[in-house]
């Protein structure tokens, strides 16, 4: 419906994986893990994380990889997991400009590469409207066959490459990569020198090639080559210049934004490093996160020259075309953080963003002071050697762009007020840096009484505990005896009850026996008396018998003497 404009559907990718590519002893560098935890931390902190389509990070595959790094240098990160010896690394390591590698390097750079093809692709599809992927180790810096700048693989390179010659499904014709990291895209420049479809554009410090990766890769005049002259534009900032939004934005007016125009590509990559913003301690540079939101904004809005027309006509149709545009899948917009050094400058960047993605933000493009006059002989020479393929770039300047000049009283009263704090705050270092070296000195002082004391400590304890382990074995062999003692008793015991078991035994069967014997006495008794009135009886009758006997005898004898008698009567 117009003027209600849908959703935007923003991607955020973040995986904690990509905080193990550390230096290989914990020593400190710029380049640290809590870089992407910072910028994690203020989404979330703020609340917009959550207003985002939130991925995880995914691992390039080494197909994609090689669409523009030489195999050998895809299997040399992938190697460097597997050789495990810390050494090995770092000798490989100090082959290389500005690189250290440690045990989680192959897998993060894996990650970061994988994870902005995986944005992209999305965004490409058309199922997320943009997408910021919070990635390091960074890419720009990293060639088709060499490590460096503190890049392994060229993370938006390879996303880019992956849309136009793995996916042409998606339709993805043209690309623009914006590099507004501090230093010059090296890497990214010479992997589509020669190739018109991609539009590599890259602002950096210059410093006539002193400042990194110096030389004079990153000058105005490298402008591609055979069918991509034309499609690199460097603009180099000058030796010592601090530029600021003013410039930065004079820039995108006068150079980017307009042959943006006339490129109209399908879909842009944003190689955001925040090493240009106020704070960084490497890039001495001065965009503020509004400076960041502004660039982005002008980016995101000049998807068709059909704005320039609508803006010709009103202000509110331009707001109204604006929003339609957005709706309809137009403004796809791929970030990847490349550097960026100062923690609170890079998460308050990263948020300005954000919230520019996610139409959070207005956006007046208003600023308080010109741009340097140097930024204004940069943009006409930038323009002079472009402008025969960018006809735009041909047009006159507007006078204010001419004549920039105006003391730059806001800017350096800026610098005056940062480099006051800068020094308060080495003062009070100082300061605080004098008490801990009183403190440190009170502390070895201790530290040598307490080593005396120690020492002294370990004597005595030596002494107790050789008396304790003596004391320890006469407790144990009296143990030893006592157990002993409590043997032999238990021995005895049981020999006792053994015994007593026995008796016991032994006294029933003797009792048994006593009775038996008495019942055996008593029956012999018995049978004895009846015996005695037997034998008594018996003797009785056998005197009566024998009395009997005598007088038969004699009745007999009488009888015998009878016939005798008769006889002799006879
Ligand atoms: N003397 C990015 O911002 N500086 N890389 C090395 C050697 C290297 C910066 C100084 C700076 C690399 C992604
Ligand atoms: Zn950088």
């Given at each position: 419906m117009a003027g209600e404009s849908r959703k935007r559907k923003v991607g955020l990718l973040y995986d904690e994986r990509m905080c193990k590519h550390d230096t290989p002893d914990g020593d400190d560098h710029p380049e640290c893990p809590n870089r992407i935890k910072a910028i994690w931390e203020m989404l979330q902190r703020t609340g917009l994380a959550q207003r985002c389509v939130v991925l995880g990070g995914s691992k390039a595959?080494?197909?994609?990889?090689?669409?523009?790094?030489?195999?050998?240098?895809?299997?040399?990160?992938?190697?460097?997991?597997?050789?495990?010896?810390?050494?090995?690394?770092?000798?490989?390591?100090?082959?290389?400009?500005?690189?250290?590698?440690?045990?989680?390097?192959?897998?993060?750079?894996?990650?970061?590469?994988?994870?902005?093809?995986?944005?992209?692709?999305?965004?490409?599809?058309?199922?997320?409207?943009?997408?910021?992927?919070?990635?390091r180790p960074p890419g720009h810096h990293a060639e088709a066959d060499e490590a460096m700048g503190f890049c392994l693989f060229n993370n938006v390179a390879v996303a880019a490459s992956y849309l136009l010659n793995q996916r042409p499904d998606l339709g993805v014709k043209k690309i623009l990569i914006v590099d507004w990291d501090v230093h010059h895209g090296n890497g990214t420049q010479k992997m589509f020198w020669k190739d018109p479809r991609v539009l590599v554009f890259s602002v950096h410090r210059h410093d006539g090639g002193s400042f990194y990766p110096t030389g004079d890769d990153g000058d105005y005049d490298k402008v591609g080559e055979g069918a991509g002259e034309g499609f690199n534009i460097n603009v180099p900032w000058e030796q010592g210049r601090r530029c600021?939004?003013?410039?930065?934005?004079?820039?995108?007016?006068?150079?980017?934004?307009?042959?943006?125009?006339?490129?109209?590509?399908?879909?842009?990559?944003?190689?955001?490093?925040?090493?240009?913003?106020?704070?960084?301690?490497?890039?001495?540079?001065?965009?503020?996160?509004?400076?960041?939101?502004?660039?982005?904004?002008?980016?995101?809005?000049?998807?068709?020259?059909?704005?320039?027309?609508?803006?010709?006509?009103?202000?509110?149709?331009?707001?109204?075309?604006?929003?339609?545009?957005?709706?309809?899948?137009?403004?796809?917009?791929?970030?990847?953080?490349?550097?960026?050094?100062?923690?609170?400058?890079?998460?308050?960047?990263?948020?300005?963003?954000?919230?520019?993605?996610?139409?959070?933000?207005?956006?007046?493009?208003?600023?308080?002071?010109?741009?340097?006059?140097?930024?204004?002989?940069?943009?006409?020479?930038?323009?002079?050697?472009?402008?025969?393929?960018?006809?735009?770039?041909?047009?006159?300047?507007?006078?204010?762009?001419?004549?920039?000049?105006?003391?730059?009283?806001?800017?350096?009263?800026?610098?005056?007020?940062?480099?006051?704090?800068?020094?308060?705050?080495?003062?009070?270092?100082?300061?605080?840096?004098?008490?801990?070296?009183?403190?440190?000195?009170?502390?070895?002082?201790?530290?040598?009484?307490?080593?005396?004391?120690?020492?002294?400590?370990?004597?005595?304890?030596?002494?107790?505990?050789?008396?304790?382990?003596?004391?320890?074995?006469?407790?144990?062999?009296?143990?030893?005896?006592?157990?002993?003692?409590?043997?032999?008793?238990?021995?005895?015991?049981?020999?006792?009850?053994?015994?007593?078991?026995?008796?016991e035994g032994r006294v029933l069967k003797l009792e048994a026996e006593l009775q038996q014997e008495a019942s055996d006495k008593l029956r012999l008794r018995i049978s004895r008396d009846r015996y005695a009135a037997e034998v008594k009886e018996a003797a009785e009758h056998l005197a009566k018998v024998r009395s009997e006997l005598r007088d038969v005898q004699i009745d007999l004898n009488l009888h015998r003497k009878l016939p005798k008698k008769a006889k002799k009567v006879m």
């Amino acid at each position: 419906m117009a003027g209600e404009s849908r959703k935007r559907k923003v991607g955020l990718l973040y995986d904690e994986r990509m905080c193990k590519h550390d230096t290989p002893d914990g020593d400190d560098h710029p380049e640290c893990p809590n870089r992407i935890k910072a910028i994690w931390e203020m989404l979330q902190r703020t609340g917009l994380a959550q207003r985002c389509v939130v991925l995880g990070g995914s691992k390039a595959e080494d197909k994609h990889l090689q669409l523009v790094h030489t195999k050998e240098h895809v299997n040399l990160v992938k190697s460097l997991s597997t050789k495990k010896k810390d050494s090995r690394r770092n000798k490989i390591a100090s082959k290389l400009d500005s690189i250290y590698l440690n045990g989680g390097s192959s897998e993060a750079a894996y990650l970061a590469a994988g994870s902005v093809v995986e944005v992209a692709e999305k965004v490409a599809e058309g199922e997320l409207d943009c997408g910021f992927a919070i990635v390091r180790p960074p890419g720009h810096h990293a060639e088709a066959d060499e490590a460096m700048g503190f890049c392994l693989f060229n993370n938006v390179a390879v996303a880019a490459s992956y849309l136009l010659n793995q996916r042409p499904d998606l339709g993805v014709k043209k690309i623009l990569i914006v590099d507004w990291d501090v230093h010059h895209g090296n890497g990214t420049q010479k992997m589509f020198w020669k190739d018109p479809r991609v539009l590599v554009f890259s602002v950096h410090r210059h410093d006539g090639g002193s400042f990194y990766p110096t030389g004079d890769d990153g000058d105005y005049d490298k402008v591609g080559e055979g069918a991509g002259e034309g499609f690199n534009i460097n603009v180099p900032w000058e030796q010592g210049r601090r530029c600021g939004d003013e410039d930065y934005i004079a820039v995108w007016d006068h150079i980017l934004i307009p042959v943006t125009k006339e490129f109209n590509p399908d879909l842009i990559f944003l190689s955001a490093g925040f090493d240009a913003a106020i704070g960084d301690p490497r890039g001495g540079c001065f965009v503020t996160p509004y400076g960041y939101s502004v660039m982005l904004k002008k980016v995101c809005v000049v998807f068709s020259v059909l704005i320039g027309l609508a803006w010709f006509f009103s202000p509110e149709l331009l707001q109204y075309v604006i929003s339609q545009l957005m709706e309809f899948a137009q403004g796809k917009i791929v970030m990847a953080l490349e550097g960026g050094y100062n923690l609170g400058s890079v998460a308050k960047s990263s948020l300005a963003c954000v919230q520019v993605l996610l139409e959070e933000k207005q956006i007046q493009d208003s600023f308080e002071e010109y741009p340097y006059e140097s930024t204004c002989r940069v943009i006409e020479a930038v323009r002079k050697r472009l402008c025969a393929y960018w006809p735009s770039l041909a047009d006159e300047l507007p006078w204010e762009a001419k004549t920039p000049s105006s003391p730059r009283c806001i800017r350096e009263a800026k610098l005056t007020i940062l480099s006051i704090r800068y020094k308060k705050q080495a003062e009070s270092l100082r300061a605080s840096l004098e008490v801990a070296l009183e403190e440190k000195a009170a502390l070895q002082t201790k530290v040598v009484e307490l080593q005396g004391e120690k020492l002294r400590l370990q004597d005595k304890y030596a002494a107790e505990a050789k008396e304790a382990a003596e004391q320890l074995t006469q407790v144990s062999s009296e143990l030893r005896e006592a157990k002993i003692d409590l043997d032999f008793q238990r021995e005895l015991f049981k020999k006792a009850g053994e015994e007593k078991k026995l008796l016991e035994g032994r006294v029933l069967k003797l009792e048994a026996e006593l009775q038996q014997e008495a019942s055996d006495k008593l029956r012999l008794r018995i049978s004895r008396d009846r015996y005695a009135a037997e034998v008594k009886e018996a003797a009785e009758h056998l005197a009566k018998v024998r009395s009997e006997l005598r007088d038969v005898q004699i009745d007999l004898n009488l009888h015998r003497k009878l016939p005798k008698k008769a006889k002799k009567v006879m």
